[in-house]
């Protein structure tokens, strides 16, 4: 299950970066799940220990509550195009989200012993 999970949302993550190139700042989201995507595949190599990934997922929370707008209006989904500020804030928290639970995830399957 690690690898399978290793795997698809270092993929993902790999496209979030891929789609931040038109974003009004990509210098800070290329490398945000770029790190995700690397942090991923080293769990799928079996690199890294829990403690790793577990620092990740508490510095990602911690930036998505830090990023979370004032206002609450949703994310829009059906938008492509930012609406409001405080849309798009709760979109990027939304991402750093999203890396925080995989990160999560990847620290509680890495204690876990490797079975062969």
Known sequence: ????LSIVFGVLFLLF???QYNDPDPQVWIPIYGIAAVACFMAYAGLGKWWFFGLLAVMFVVAAVYQWPPV??????SEVGMRSVNIELARE?????ICA???GILAALARQPIRR
């Not at 299950?1 to 399978?4: E, N, Y």
């Not at 928290?93 to 989200?97: D, K, P, Q, T, Y």
């Open 72 to 77: 609450f209006e949703g994310f829009l989904f």
């Open 1 to 4: 299950m690690r690898k399978t």
């Open 101 to 103: 639970l995989v990160m």
């Open 93 to 97: 928290a939304g991402g750093l989200a």
């Open 17 to 19: 970066a891929a789609v």
